[in-house]
């Protein structure tokens, strides 16, 4: 039985809500420079359907984040978005429950303790992977750009710190609305699983 952590409204209130949880995921601040050439990353990202089950250090899970959905400024994303609006919201599906990534704080919010990673294994590489990102968004023409964004960025990031990760279109999406807080008129728009390669890799 999934079981929703209660906090108040879910993610309008979220985004609102300036206290902290013991279960919330405070992610460490985004190392902003260094790297692989961005030429670089952009040859080499590739998608990878195979994944170690170990789970992702802070600081990983934390640039992935960042890349996604970051705010790189007071009031502006990692990624374009339409008039600025930032009509995106990202979840982090892990193997401890369901988070709501805060842009403002740079936190993850749990919003349920429930590992539901199996509503993805409709293709077997799903298994193993410690973390799921979910995109969705309000509007329809612009919320699936955005999120095309994202994934791109995380894809980058993840070609440049050696991580394994693919864009999920195939997956229960009837399963998933049960156990995401959606707002009314804010739908799915597509996953993306990352983690860490396999040690014969
Ligand atoms: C919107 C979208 C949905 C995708 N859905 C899946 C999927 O459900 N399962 C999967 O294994 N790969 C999925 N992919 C990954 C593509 O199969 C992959 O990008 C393509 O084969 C090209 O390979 P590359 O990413 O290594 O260049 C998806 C990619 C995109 C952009």
């Known amino acids: 039985m999934l079981k929703f952590i209660s906090s108040g409204c879910l ?11 013991a279960q919330d995921i405070i ?3 985004a190392n902003r420079t260094g790297g692989m050439s961005l ?3 952009i040859t080499e990202r590739r998608s990878h359907r195979s994944f170690s089950d ?3 250090s802070l600081e990983d899970l934390s640039q992935i984040l960042y890349a996604a959905f970051g705010l790189s400024a007071s009031d502006k994303y990692t990624i374009p978005t339409s008039m600025g609006k930032g009509d995106l919201k990202v979840y ?9 990534y805060i842009p403002q ?4 919010k749990q919003i349920a303790d429930t590992d539901v990673r199996s509503i993805f294994n409709t293709q077997d590489y799903m298994s193993t992977v410690p973390l799921i990102l979910v995109y969705t968004g309000t509007d329809k023409e612009n919320a699936p750009l ?13 070609a440049s710190a050696g991580l394994n990760s693919v864009v999920r279109g195939y997956f229960d999406e009837a399963a998933l609305a049960q156990v995401l807080p959606l707002e ?14 396999t040690v014969d890799e």
Do not use: C, K, W
């Open 54 to 56: 170990r789970d992702l």
């Open 11 to 21: 993610l309008g209130g979220l985004l609102m809500a300036s206290s902290v949880l």
């Open 184 to 197: 009314p008129g804010e739908f799915i728009i597509v996953s993306q699983a990352v983690g860490y390669p």
């Open 27 to 29: 992610l460490p601040p």
């Open 105 to 108: 704080t740079h936190t993850l």
């Open 146 to 158: 955005h999120a095309g964004s994202a994934y791109q960025n995380v894809g980058l990031y993840a």
């Open 39 to 41: 030429m670089q990353a």
């Open 92 to 100: 982090a599906v892990r193997a401890d429950g369901i988070y709501a």
